[in-house]
């Protein structure tokens, strides 16, 4: 079945680093963009990150340029998310979704908590 499955979240004081992986399965994942969202605490949902089928098309919030990194490996059906610099408004559950463009599919996991603290 279609299912995405976030990992790598933990607790890291500010100004550390960490890694997101997604791993993704049942479904065409070369055929798919990928973005990360979080939803911080008593916060909606924020879009922060995708990265389109080929792999070098990127895109990114404001509010995480020059800190976050996207990067996809379709051989392995994998969505990375490189965090550094973090900063303790980083702190949310973050959750990797699948879209195919101009189809109704989408996907999501189910989120991996990440909290910066010191």
């Known amino acids: 079945q279609v299912q995405l499955v976030e990992s790598g979240g933990g607790l890291v004081q500010p100004g550390g680093s960490l890694k997101l992986s997604c791993a993704a399965s049942?479904?065409?994942?070369?055929?798919?963009?990928l973005s990360w969202l979080r939803q911080g605490p008593g916060k909606g949902l924020e879009w922060i990150s995708e990265?389109?089928?080929?792999?070098?098309?990127?895109y990114y919030a404001d509010s995480v340029k020059g800190r976050f990194t996207i990067s996809r490996d379709n051989a392995k059906n994998m969505v990375y998310l490189q965090m550094n610099s973090l900063k303790p408004e980083d702190t949310g559950v973050y959750y990797c979704?699948?879209?195919?463009?101009?189809?109704?599919?989408?996907?999501w996991g189910q989120g991996t908590q990440v909290t910066v603290s010191s």
């Open positions: 990265v389109l089928t080929g792999g070098s098309n990127t």
């Open positions: 049942g479904f065409t994942f070369s055929n798919v963009a």
């Open positions: 979704n699948a879209r195919m463009v101009f189809t109704d599919f989408t996907s």
